[in-house]
């Protein structure tokens, strides 16, 4: 026997996240992400949806009384919790923390697309070669 292997994975890991730049530039940037098993993305996905259907409550309910600017705080609230959900760590000279995640969000339309995308790809790296 060649060795020996454990079954459980580490609890994080980490994956390359391009990140779209004004005027169609791209950034690599280094990401730590949390590891979750099947089931706890299961609980997780389930709480981003319940998330997103209370804001969506809060829109209808105060929608003509809320901004535009509001509404999009809103939006990049959810996102950066969903970030911190799935973050530990990254490459930026900022630290990681829910403030400059949002700024990340604020600046980077497509962000948390590319954040997810690279998530979860690197649960699956061997379906890439497919």
């Known amino acids: 026997m060649a060795g020996k292997f454990k ?22 940037v280094g990401f730590t992400f949390k590891y979750r098993t099947q089931s706890e993305i299961a609980e997780l996905l389930e709480e981003w949806e319940l998330r997103r259907k209370d804001v ?3 829109l209808e309910t105060k929608g003509e009384e ?4 509001q509404r999009v705080e809103l939006k990049i609230g959810i996102e950066a919790k969903e970030v911190a959900d799935l973050v530990s760590a990254w490459e930026f000279d900022d630290e990681c ?18 954040i997810k995308k690279a ?9 890439l070669g497919n």
């Not at 459980?8 to 980490?14: L, M, S, V, Y």
């Open 7 to 28: 079954i459980a994975q580490d609890p994080t890991f980490t994956a390359p996240v391009t990140i779209a730049r004004a005027g169609g530039g791209t950034i690599e």
């Open 56 to 58: 969506a409550e809060e």
């Open 66 to 69: 809320l901004s535009m600017k």
């Open 97 to 114: 923390n829910e403030d400059s995640s949002r700024r990340l969000l604020q600046s980077s339309i497509t962000a948390l697309d590319s």
């Open 119 to 127: 998530y979860f790809e690197g649960l699956n790296p061997a379906r």
